[in-house]
């Protein structure tokens, strides 16, 4: 089976994430694991990532549990 092809226009690039910070507590934010939102520790919250962009909304964003926030706050930075 082939892997689809993922269009690079919808990568985020993780320079960016020097420039972001979370909307709600303006701290700096984590790249999860698998690339897929932007945690913010402090807050406790989720962005999702879209297409390659961030979406920094407070409505779009999901509670993290303290699991989840334990195991971004020990990984080193991106």
């Known amino acids: 089976m082939q892997t689809p092809r993922i269009d690079p226009r ?24 698998d690339k897929s939102e932007l945690v913010s520790v402090a807050a406790r919250l989720a962005f999702p990532i879209v297409k ?5 909304s407070l409505d779009e964003a999901r509670t993290v549990e303290p699991e989840e926030i334990k195991a971004v706050a020990k990984r080193p930075s991106e």
Not at 21 to 30: G, I, Q, S
Not at 52 to 56: E, I, K
């Open 10 to 33: 919808h990568v985020f690039d993780v320079k960016t994430l020097e420039m972001l910070v979370c909307p709600l507590t303006k701290t700096r934010l984590t790249l999860s694991s």
């Open 52 to 56: 390659g962009v961030p979406l920094l």
